[in-house]
């Protein structure tokens, strides 16, 4: 029994030194966000400022010369708008794969998963001439399109919904209910966990995106946060205090996003669990 108790303070203790391994690079630009320029590159680190500079910090972020709060705003309308166009559209092509029969269903789902192994790249030209021959090149309304479409989202939404016992849907169609009705009724509510994990992962694909708002994106004022990282960057390259400040800026939603879903994640993992 003791030898037990030593093996779990042991184990304790080495997970406790990995996280804080693991997680150094973000205390550190923590740390280095509140920091006057001088003290951010002390050796050895003082991982608490000795003399704090938030607000100075705050203000060349969001009140200098980067119009920061446009791009921030930009990032905001694009990664909401696509994460919610794709969890319906996602969540509605993997309920009829999943619980629908209609010809050639297996074959249309094969040729889904086959464009799915397509790199986006090879894709990037043909995508490049669609978006300009439609008149959406250097607009907002480009790039919501070509990202409300996700293969991966689709299966994991397809895969969930096969789980779910077809009962619920038969009991449905005895009282009257039509496919619209029954997957927005019984299939939806059903399948939070995974629309919040397919939300989180979607807000995040969408937010970090950096290739495609660089190539389809030439106007300023459309740029977005990842675009507006590089340009502070070659503006403030050399206040690593500001520059820490604007990416802990920048995390920020996909901080409060991941902590407004996390319920229904965990939700669906004991789910899972109990399933299994």
Not at 157 to 185: C, H, L, N, P, V
Not at 240 to 247: E, K, L, N, Q, R
């Amino acid at each position: 029994m003791a030898n037990l108790k030593i093996s779990k303070v042991i184990g304790t203790i080495l997970v406790g030194m990995l996280s804080f391994l693991f997680l150094s690079p973000l205390l550190w630009m923590l740390s280095s966000a509140a920091k006057l320029e001088k003290d951010v590159m002390t050796y050895p680190i003082d991982w608490i400022p000795n003399k704090w500079n938030i607000i100075e910090n705050f203000k060349t972020v969001w009140f200098g010369k980067v119009p920061f709060e446009l791009f921030y705003l930009n990032s905001l309308k694009l990664a909401i708008i696509s994460t919610v166009l794709t969890l319906i559209i996602s969540s509605m092509a993997g309920y009829s794969f999943a619980k629908l029969n209609f010809p050639f269903k297996n074959t249309l789902f094969f040729l889904l998963m086959a464009f799915f192994l397509v790199p986006s790249e090879s894709t990037l030209v043909p995508r490049f001439i669609l978006i300009n021959w439609l008149g959406l090149y250097d607009s907002h309304e480009g790039l919501i399109l070509m990202s409300a479409f996700s293969i991966p989202l689709t299966f994991l939404m397809r895969q969930f919904m096969i789980g779910i016992s077809t009962e619920y849907i038969e009991a449905a169609k005895m009282d009257g209910a039509g496919f619209f009705r029954i997957y927005w009724q019984i299939m939806l509510p059903m399948v939070k966990p995974i629309l919040a994990t397919a939300g989180i992962l979607k807000f995040i694909w969408t937010w970090n995106d950096y290739q495609n708002p660089l190539i389809f994106l030439s106007s300023q004022k459309l740029f977005t946060i990842t675009l507006g990282m590089g340009m502070f960057a070659d503006e403030f390259g050399t206040s690593y205090a500001a520059t820490m400040m604007a990416a802990l800026a920048a995390i920020i939603p996909l901080i409060v996003v991941f902590l407004i879903l996390q319920k229904q994640v965990i939700d669906g993992i004991t789910v899972g669990g109990v399933k299994g």
